[in-house]
């Protein structure tokens, strides 16, 4: 028998499709927030140009605020996609094999769309967070970051703490462990796709969404400071280590922010 070209046999194994549409995916994240980032032409500005610019203070226009949830959610996708593609390529496996339908792309993507509508619906807290800081002219307009160290003293203290929690461990097993996590929650069908992806998306929020509102810390379009705590995030869920690794960042951040609220000077 004459064996199928290899382009057919990695074609017919749909988590290799999964992981292609995901790696796209996530470089057009990451490609749209380096193109966002960078300085625009003097003449048609885009809101997000603006935010480069002390000339005078933003306004929160309809358009303003829905580029800038718009920026949020690209920026959750680029962050948070990458540690969760072991969950989703495990989930199409395990798909494949649990279920009598031809095709189990469809069961898949709904998996993975309804995680990220969560943090899409995180992106949309995050925004509004952002409009409140800014009226509160805690949140420069030129670096989008808090310029107060002592708030941001607070937000490490907060996070670190939050590391080194019960609830934090527990959402981060949950989100270490795809095999024990299908396993524990398995649901087939269109209704367990959504019933899976809400799950993992909750538990991912709860053991991340502290670690986010870091990025009022260094600047919301602070590029390296934005892939610092995505790396954070994927060593976490995605390495051996990653609990240990995550325990030790809180520990510093701890002591970061308490040194940023009794010197803020020297920090």
Excluded at 40 to 49: F, L, N, Q, R, V
Aim: net charge positive; glycine share 8%.
């Amino acid at each position: 028998m004459t064996e199928a070209p290899l382009w057919q046999r990695l074609l017919s194994r749909e988590q290799w499709i999964v992981a292609i549409v995901f790696l796209l995916a996530i470089v057009l994240a990451w490609a749209s927030l380096i193109s966002m980032s960078m300085p625009g032409e003097s003449a048609g500005m885009t809101p997000m140009d603006s935010m480069s610019s002390m000339a005078s203070p933003i306004a929160w226009t309809p358009y303003y605020a829905s580029m800038v949830f718009f920026m949020w959610t690209i920026m959750m996708i680029a962050m948070m996609l990458p540690s969760a593609a072991p969950m989703i390529l495990l989930y199409a496996r395990v798909a494949g094999q649990a279920s009598s339908e031809p095709s189990v792309l469809a069961p898949t993507f709904v998996f993975a769309g309804t995680y990220l509508a969560l943090w899409t619906l995180f992106a949309l807290a995050a925004t509004g967070a952002q409009w409140a800081l800014s009226g509160f002219h805690l949140l420069s307009d030129a670096t989008m970051a808090v310029g107060d160290r002592r708030i941001g003293g607070a937000l490490l203290i907060g996070a670190g703490l939050y590391q080194l929690t019960p609830l934090k461990r527990m959402c981060l097993r949950n989100c270490r462990s795809p095999v024990s996590f299908l396993t524990t929650q398995w649901r087939a069908g269109m209704d367990g796709a959504i019933r899976l992806g809400l799950a993992h998306g909750v538990y991912c929020i709860g053991c991340c969404w502290l670690l986010m509102t870091l990025l009022f810390l260094g600047g919301v379009m602070n590029l390296v400071w934005v892939a610092a705590i995505a790396m954070v995030v994927l060593i976490e869920k995605a390495t051996p280590a990653g609990d240990r690794v995550g325990q030790i960042a809180g520990g510093a951040a701890i002591l970061v922010g308490a040194a940023s609220i009794i010197a803020p000077t020297v920090v």
